[in-house]
T-cell receptor
Framework: GENVEQHPSTLSVQEGDSAVIKCTYS??????FPWYKQELGKGPQLIID?????GEKKDQRIAVTLNKTAKHFSLHITETQPEDSAVYFC???????????FGQGTRLTINP | DTEVTQTPKHLVMGMTNKKSLKCEQH?????MYWYKQKAKKPPELMFV???????INESVPSRFSPECPNSSLLNLHLHALQPEDSALYLC??????????????FGSGTQLSVL
């Protein structure tokens, strides 16, 4: 089955700097890659996603890139702010699977 | 309304108790999910309902019993739980299991402690 590895497990950056979180997946049939943000005491919230027919997608300060050949995808957050502090999960799925396979999560801390 | 509402937010129960977790959404979604999340771990899928019918059971022990009374409500009935079942239980919904199923909307969860 699909396996998703996520790195790093913790990341600390200065406010205003950029943060990058990387994920690799094992199943070449996977074609949908979402990113979820989980703040303390809340459930995960979808922040951005990408499908395999697209190499990059941006939404204001966040972007996701996908390299199908290498089977990895990354979340980029620019101009980080304190409210970006949270746990971020990547995930992967494929058509017909009806379930997401999550990475282990990255705890991002933004230092003022 | 883009919310998934879960009650209660916190629950403490003994191993002989019977309790229920409740979840409600009014987005017109036809797929609903139960996930279990241990501290510092990703969510683990337990059950999926599609159009009020159980679609996926991830080999969950029978002490967890899901129920979907209608398209807006999802319950998880708990009986004879073990301390290792202590976790955050998350409900989620999505459009349906065809197009758009992958975009999950999660509730804030019920933090369950089994003593």
């Amino acid at each position: 089955g699909e396996n998703v590895e996520q790195h790093p497990s913790t990341l600390s950056v200065q406010e205003g700097d950029s943060a990058v979180i990387k994920c690799t997946y094992s199943d070449s049939a996977s074609n949908y890659f979402p990113w979820y943000k989980q703040e303390l005491g809340k459930g995960p919230q979808l922040i951005i996603d990408i499908r395999s027919n697209v190499g990059e997608k941006k939404d204001q300060r966040i972007a996701v890139t996908l390299n199908k050949t290498a089977k990895h995808f990354s979340l980029h957050i620019t101009e980080t702010q304190p409210e970006d502090s949270a746990v971020y999960f990547c995930a992967a799925s494929k058509t017909g699977a009806q379930k997401l396979v999550f990475g282990q999560g990255t705890r991002l801390t933004i230092n003022p | 309304d883009t919310e998934v509402t879960q009650t209660p937010k916190h629950l403490v129960m003994g191993m002989t108790n019977k309790k229920s977790l409740k979840c409600e959404q009014h987005m017109g979604h036809r797929a609903m999910y139960w996930y279990k999340q241990k501290a510092k771990k990703p969510p683990e899928l337990m059950f999926v309902y599609s159009y009020e019918k159980l679609s996926i059971n991830e080999s969950v022990p029978s002490r967890f019993s899901p129920e979907c009374p209608n398209s807006s409500l999802l319950n998880l009935h708990l009986h004879a739980l073990q301390p290792e079942d202590s976790a955050l239980y998350l409900c989620a919904s999505s459009q349906d299991l065809g197009q758009g199923w992958e975009k999950l909307f999660f509730g804030s969860g019920t933090q369950l402690s089994v003593l």
